[in-house]
């Protein structure tokens, strides 16, 4: 007797994730995420239709689960529909894989390395010690890390706002570990030139999001101008959405979000879009367990991937709440030498505590980034 999708569960759990079960008639389960930070009641509004599509469906079909949901519910893409897709889209090959005993990437071919090289973030925004960070940091096995470029950034900051952002970059670089710089879109065009040209002698690895996704014309402009890798993708959700970032050549490093852009099954097919555009692929990953194990199954199959994010000890976790805080199998993440290990175990390779899930979960959080202010009262981006 062919299986069937019987249950779909949501779980929004602290700090900030929402987690997502399916279970089917014979008594399967997979889990992924579908954390869409600060609209996590939103996304589960739309796991909520999704149901009415998948109940009965054969969970094996996964690929006809992903077109069902996305192409018939008439209005296409955006945050939340592809939070809620990639969830579902996680959990299915979760529970594909482990029906057949082997992890998520021996179904997209099998690995094409043994190690995925890893960074964690420092902070660097509302400035704290950021060199003191990357000691601990490097006593923790990582050889790179991310941190915020800026603070909150008016239109047109002063030369002194400039020079400070590149010697917080500068003190991390003298520690001897290799750094990310994230502008977080905080950034508007008349400021992005002047700060890619005051980092750019600290040699960092990417600058990520240096102005939003909205101006492709601008982040060409700035490409034409600048030695510095630039990265792009997190509110990017799907491969029509990278789509212009590639063909006009302004991105060096695709960043989807496995959680925010369709799941296992559409990044990885940004992944290989990006290949043929000599791009590289790193995704973007600051949130929970789950959406970080399919990150790495996908980076354990894809040729263009570098470099994959992590958020061990991230300042939105707590020291009661961090990224293996609900998993039954911590070491999978255990970071040597700049990098982890190949998952090894069945589906995504989380052993999930399933009663804890549902502990935290009677408490939904309502986390909400912070709303930023400047000095004459304006709105800025976070």
């Not at 005993?101 to 400035?127: K, T």
């Not at 029509?240 to 990044?267: K, M, T, Y």
Request: hydrophobic fraction near 45%; charged fraction near 25%; charge should be negative.
């Amino acid at each position: 007797m062919t299986d069937s999708i019987a249950l779909i569960e949501c779980f929004p759990v602290r700090p900030r994730w929402l987690f997502v079960r399916i279970e089917t008639k014979q008594g399967a389960v997979g889990w992924g995420e579908a954390t869409l930070e600060g609209h996590v009641e939103s996304v589960m509004g739309s796991i909520d239709a999704a149901r009415d599509r998948l109940i009965g469906h054969d969970p094996d079909r996964i690929e006809d689960a992903w077109q069902l949901l996305y192409r018939l519910g008439f209005y296409r893409g955006g945050p939340v529909l592809m939070s809620a897709i990639s969830g579902i889209d996680q959990a299915l090959w979760d529970l594909k894989a482990r029906k057949l005993g082997v992890p998520v990437y021996e179904l997209l071919g099998g690995r094409v390395r043994d190690l995925i090289p890893v960074y964690a973030w420092i902070g660097g925004d509302r400035p704290h010690d950021v060199a003191a960070a990357a000691v601990a940091r490097k006593a923790q096995g990582f050889t790179a890390v991310k941190m915020n470029g800026v603070e909150d950034m008016g239109w047109l900051e002063t030369a002194a706002h400039v020079d400070a952002v590149a010697e917080r970059i500068a003190l991390v670089r003298e520690t001897g570990i290799d750094v990310g710089v994230d502008f977080h879109g905080r950034v508007h065009k008349p400021m992005a030139r002047a700060l890619l040209a005051a980092i750019a002698p600290h040699r960092p690895l990417f600058a990520e999001e240096v102005v939003l996704g909205e101006h492709p014309d601008a982040l060409l402009q700035l490409s034409q101008q600048t030695t510095v890798p630039l990265a792009m993708g997190e509110r990017l959700y799907s491969r029509w959405d990278f789509r212009p970032f590639l063909e006009n050549g302004s991105i060096d490093i695709a960043q989807p979000d496995l959680a925010h852009a369709g799941g296992i099954s559409e990044c990885r097919r940004i992944a290989a879009m990006a290949e043929t555009y000599d791009v590289a692929f790193a995704p973007h990953c600051p949130i929970g367990p789950l959406a970080l194990a399919a990150c790495l199954n996908l980076a354990a199959a894809t040729p263009n991937f570098v470099i994959q994010e992590i958020s061990l000890g991230i300042h939105y976790n707590g020291p009661s709440e961090d990224l293996t805080t609900l998993m039954k199998n911590p070491d999978i993440f255990a970071v040597s030498d700049g990098a982890v290990q190949v998952p090894s175990g069945p589906g995504l390779g989380v052993e999930i505590d399933d009663e804890a899930v549902r502990d935290m979960a009677r408490n939904p959080h309502r986390w909400r980034n912070p709303a930023w202010r400047g000095p004459n009262g304006e709105l800025r981006e976070w």
